[in-house]
């Protein structure tokens, strides 16, 4: 039997990044929603995975997602940021929402998720593209875990597509034991790949169980099933040429500069990315990130 989708309300907070960066205390209250698919037949408390959206919103690639998910017996929660708060997905900058505040809201869709009494809480991963990768990969921070995780629980796993790692947290070298899974395109021109190579490599010399699987001549959005053709997008905001580096208080500064990074005025933001499907590193990631899952969450596969 295939269960109906069910919207769960997610009560929240809207931050801007400094406020995100001391804990949020003075966001202000938001509700959002998510969408919770329960496989077919499902045996005992699932597993679970949490997907967040990019930029862009939701689309056609995460309810892909939720099929391959559900085929291998594990639940999806499709959580959506922006309709709840207004936001209307484009290309521009996500001022209005910052990254972090998506890592928020992870983690409050984590607490209702390990209410349900059809979930396991111990077996449920967050899963992100883009902007979205983004919260997914940083949530793995024990900082933020013990500034926003429901008491209890915590993300069994953190998987990330094509995330912008140009971010330098203080203390982001601390991470949970959950492992973390990053795949991305070599030719991304949105969010280059250089940096998350160096966050890698600075993870690992740490002992987190971290890997990053990499596509060459691939570029961002290389999931994305309604954009079938790279294409070059001249009205899209990137941060590539930005080190952002946080100072005490939670204040962001470029770290070319030394000077506060204000998205409006930052001389580091460019304009135009490329973007666009591609068959074999969308097909190669779907398949790595099963068979992650099954292994994660100790599952046998299907037939």
């Not at 069910?6 to 959002?32: C, D, F, R, W």
């Not at 991305?184 to 966050?199: F, K, L, N, Q």
């Not at 930052?266 to 099954?294: M, P, Q, S, W």
Request: net charge negative; aromatic share 8%; charged share 25%.
């Amino acid at each position: 039997m295939q269960w109906r989708p069910e919207i769960y309300p997610i009560e929240t907070v809207t931050m801007s990044l400094q406020e995100a960066l001391i804990g949020g205390q003075n966001g202000k209250p938001a509700t959002v929603a998510g969408v919770l698919q329960i496989p077919a037949n499902p045996v005992g408390r699932i597993p679970a995975v949490i997907l967040l959206h990019g930029g862009n919103g939701l689309s056609a690639s995460e309810e892909k997602w939720v099929q391959e998910i559900n085929g291998i017996g594990v639940a999806t929660f499709l959580l959506d940021s922006f309709t709840g708060r207004g936001i209307r997905p484009t290309l521009d900058d996500r001022e209005e929402l910052a990254t972090l505040t998506m890592l928020g809201d992870s983690y409050r869709a984590l607490g209702v998720l390990a209410k349900d009494p059809r979930i396991d809480s111990g077996r449920i991963a967050v899963m992100g593209f883009s902007m979205g990768g983004a919260a997914a990969l940083y949530a793995s921070n024990e900082r933020f875990r013990a500034m926003y995780a429901p008491a209890g629980v915590e993300f069994a796993a953190h998987i990330a597509l094509y995330a912008p790692c140009y971010w330098h947290f203080r203390k982001d070298d601390r991470v949970t034991a959950r492992p973390i899974r990053l795949f991305h395109g070599v030719d991304d021109d949105w969010s280059p790949i250089a940096p998350c190579r160096s966050y890698v490599q600075k993870l690992r010399e740490t002992g987190a169980d971290i890997k990053l699987t990499e596509y060459p001549g691939v570029h961002h959005g290389f999931d994305d099933i309604e954009s079938p053709e790279p294409k070059f997008i001249p009205a899209a905001v990137s941060l590539r040429d930005c080190e952002l580096v946080e100072d005490e208080g939670g204040v962001l500064l470029e770290g070319k500069t030394g000077k506060p990074f204000d998205i409006k005025n930052a001389r580091c933001i460019r304009r135009g990315a490329h973007t666009g499907y591609n068959e074999a590193a969308a097909a190669d990631t779907v398949r790595a990130v099963k068979e992650f899952l099954l292994s994660t969450f100790v599952l046998k596969r299907a037939g």
